[in-house]
């Protein structure tokens, strides 16, 4: 059940739901406040609870709000695009023939049609960055699963709004953003091992970031790695 609750000058997003505990969640690009909590939980006890994390509300808030983000993509030659965390200058070249992309000396370089609209060169962009992150994590993903002691696990890559991973623990299916292509390779292991881990414990508490700590202990600073890296105007923080 969604409802909506306004605390001084932030309106807050409340969905009641089968858990145990509440959840607070300042979504990006804009800081949009969601609130996850337990269905038996009374509307004072919520607001209560919401209002002693006001200051770190607010902290996030201002973090999406100071965050580098993207221009529009227009796909024209000079635009900045980024490759595993790296900046590059598109070249593009109209020409007859298979549309085609390559990169070298801080350049992506992007061959198409002449007339070839914006939405079609914007899809060959983004098929190159499909096959570089499948590429990426078919190497990670053994070493991983050995390491983590899980087996079995089925993974792809999707464009996702609100997440930059997610993980079907019953189904051992994980899936990982196509924007971390993007981001620093250090990026899409913290990724990929937190979303592993999340078949060894399902919720972010004790128990996850003691597994978090022996199998990568520098997730800390690679999460802050991510969080820091320029956003396209429509993406997040995870």
Partial sequence: MMAMIQIGSIAMQLNRKAIKNLHISVLPPDGRVRISAPASMTDTAIRMAVISRIPWIRKQQSDFAKQPRQSDREMVSGECH???????????VERKGRHELSVGRGKIHLFVNPGTSLDKKGLVLTEFYRDAIKARIAELMPTWQQHIAVSGVCWGVKKMKTKWGSCNADAKRIW??????????????????????????RRH?????AHMDRFLPDWRERRALLNQSPLANERWIY
């Fill in 82 to 92: 980024y490759l595993w965390g790296r900046r590059y200058r598109l070249n593009l």
């Fill in 176 to 201: 990982l953003n196509l924007e971390l292509a993007k981001k620093p390779p250090e990026c899409l292991e913290y990724i990929l091992v937190h979303e592993l881990v999340h078949l060894l414990e």
């Fill in 205 to 209: 508490n004790d128990r996850f970031r």
